[in-house]
């Protein structure tokens, strides 16, 4: 199978099971990435941090990427197509029965289990977002034993970043760009 087939296959099946959104979908792109072997998890929280920051949905952003870090212009065109195929068919299908069963028990059933589920797979892309982020490597304690150490700068600019936007309802473009520039001044 050629490789742009495979990332057609391989985003289209994260297209289909993808519910709530570039980033509930972000756990199943790092899934995917991973078992494959396709990048490292620096370079998948560079894809996030890229996805995030450039125009359009996370999700095709970040297929694109993958795509195009994989097998050039064409895989990034067939794993774009591949992840946004799915939503298009499934919109207009759902458009369908919603109308003609908007008042079924089942289909309220079905949303009153998604919205949970959506929001885990949410929590899940925040975790992994975490560890890449906020976590440097590993250092052997006293006992003898691996633990990981928080990395204090991205920490101070995750946690700022919390209280700009929380408490003083900054623009995340401005925090973007902000965080961006004294990452690239203290990091750099």
Do not use: H
């Amino acid at each position: 199978m050629s490789a742009n087939l495979w990332l057609f296959i391989m985003f289209f099946r994260i297209g289909v099971f993808g519910f709530g959104g570039g980033y509930a979908m972000l756990p199943l792109i790092f899934q995917s990435v991973q078992d494959f072997g396709m990048m490292s998890y620096q370079e998948f929280s560079n894809l996030v941090a890229l996805s995030q920051i450039t125009p359009g949905p996370i999700a095709v952003n970040a297929a694109t990427y993958v795509g195009f870090s994989t097998s050039g212009l064409p895989g990034a065109a067939c794993a774009t197509f591949g992840v946004a195929l799915p939503s298009y068919i499934l919109v207009l299908t759902t458009m369908f029965f919603l109308k003609k069963f908007k008042e079924s028990k089942g289909i309220q059933g079905a949303f009153a289990g998604i919205r949970p589920a959506t929001v885990g797979l949410i929590a899940a892309a925040a975790v992994i977002l975490a560890q890449t982020s906020l976590v440097n490597g590993s250092v052997m304690d006293f006992a003898g034993s691996f633990k990981d150490y928080i990395n204090i700068i991205p920490c101070a600019i995750f946690v700022c970043t919390l209280i700009l936007i929380g408490k003083f309802k900054i623009s995340p473009i401005v925090i973007i760009m902000g965080m961006g520039g004294i990452g690239a001044f203290v990091c750099g």
